[in-house]
């Protein structure tokens, strides 16, 4: 899975990549949105953090129409002031029943901050573990996490990271939640 800018990329992409990522602040492309379902590949739709459920169902409807083989959307919060998200776990069942499309949960960039570290992007990470958890008890259809060694060491992203060393401590709390909601998965 990759991130694609423009339409002029997709083709490229398509040739190398299983699944097609659209990015937020770009989600609502028509042009790139049209060019990434016409290679029938599968679509990530990452929602812009303005993007209402209607805005939502509009870009997967172009998706499907020209051509995308799977679409999963990938919610990240909403802005809610000036640099801060806040998730609305509604989104899950909101989302994912009226398409019907998996919803993922990016769970370390919905604890960014942008713009709070002098004038680039900050994070809460300390919040990551229980808005995984949260959203998994929501109905989400599966997780993004970004993980590193020593985060504080990352090129990328280092302000939202869970250590490499919590991530089994988060995902084994995920997991047990996922078993309490739906014993069933367990018995195939």
């Given at each position: 899975?990759?991130?694609?800018?423009?339409?002029?990329?997709?083709?490229?992409?398509?040739?190398?990549?299983?699944?097609?990522?659209?990015?937020?602040?770009?989600?609502?492309?028509?042009?790139?949105?049209?060019?990434?379902?016409?290679?029938?590949?599968?679509?990530?739709?990452?929602?812009?953090?303005?993007?209402?459920?209607?805005?939502?169902?509009?870009?997967?409807?172009?998706?499907?129409?020209?051509?995308?083989?799977?679409?999963?959307?990938?919610?990240?919060?909403?802005?809610?002031?000036?640099?801060?998200?806040?998730?609305?776990?509604?989104?899950?069942?909101?989302?994912?029943?009226?398409?019907?499309?998996?919803?993922?949960?990016?769970?370390?960039?919905?604890?960014?901050?942008?713009g709070?570290?002098?004038?680039?992007?900050?994070?809460?990470?300390?919040?990551?573990?229980?808005?995984?958890?949260?959203?998994?008890?929501?109905?989400?259809?599966?997780?993004?996490?970004?993980?590193?060694p020593?985060?504080?060491?990352?090129?990328?992203?280092?302000?939202?990271?869970?250590?490499?060393?919590?991530?089994?401590?988060?995902?084994?709390?995920?997991?047990?939640?996922?078993?309490?909601?739906?014993?069933?998965?367990?018995e195939?």
């Amino acid at each position: 899975m990759t991130d694609i800018h423009e339409a002029s990329q997709v083709a490229a992409a398509a040739e190398i990549v299983d699944v097609l990522q659209i990015p937020a602040f770009l989600s609502r492309q028509t042009d790139l949105l049209i060019t990434a379902g016409g290679t029938g590949k599968a679509v990530n739709l990452k929602k812009g953090q303005w993007m209402c459920k209607e805005e939502v169902v509009g870009a997967v409807e172009k998706l499907r129409s020209s051509g995308a083989s799977q679409v999963a959307v990938t919610e990240r919060g909403t802005f809610f002031g000036y640099n801060n998200l806040v998730v609305d776990m509604r989104v899950f069942e909101e989302i994912g029943s009226s398409l019907p499309v998996p919803v993922f949960f990016d769970g370390t960039h919905s604890v960014q901050r942008p713009g709070i570290s002098n004038g680039s992007t900050g994070g809460s990470p300390e919040y990551v573990p229980l808005l995984v958890r949260a959203a998994v008890a929501a109905g989400c259809g599966g997780l993004y996490l970004e993980t590193h060694p020593h985060p504080e060491t990352s090129p990328s992203d280092s302000s939202t990271m869970v250590p490499l060393s919590e991530m089994e401590g988060v995902l084994s709390s995920v997991m047990s939640i996922r078993t309490a909601l739906y014993p069933s998965e367990q018995e195939q």
